[in-house]
């Protein structure tokens, strides 16, 4: 059930794609340590 639109699930993949590179972008502005490991946690830096 619910409201859903036409090309939805593409949607959906991008938003979770670009989550990554939006963590970075404020842990680039914020400064702080977390963030940063955050980051690269989930962009798979260092693995």
Same mark, same amino acid.
């Given at each position: 059930?619910?409201?859903?639109?036409?090309?939805?699930?593409?949607?959906?993949? *991008?938003?979770? !794609?670009?989550? /990554?590179?939006?963590?970075?972008?404020?842990?680039?502005?914020?400064?702080?340590?977390?963030? *940063?490991?955050? !980051?690269?946690? /989930?962009?798979?830096?260092?693995?």
């Amino acid at each position: 059930g619910g409201i859903y639109w036409p090309r939805m699930k593409e949607h959906i993949i *991008e938003l979770d !794609a670009a989550y /990554a590179v939006a963590i970075a972008e404020f842990a680039i502005v914020s400064g702080v340590e977390e963030y *940063e490991q955050m !980051a690269k946690e /989930a962009l798979g830096v260092g693995r």
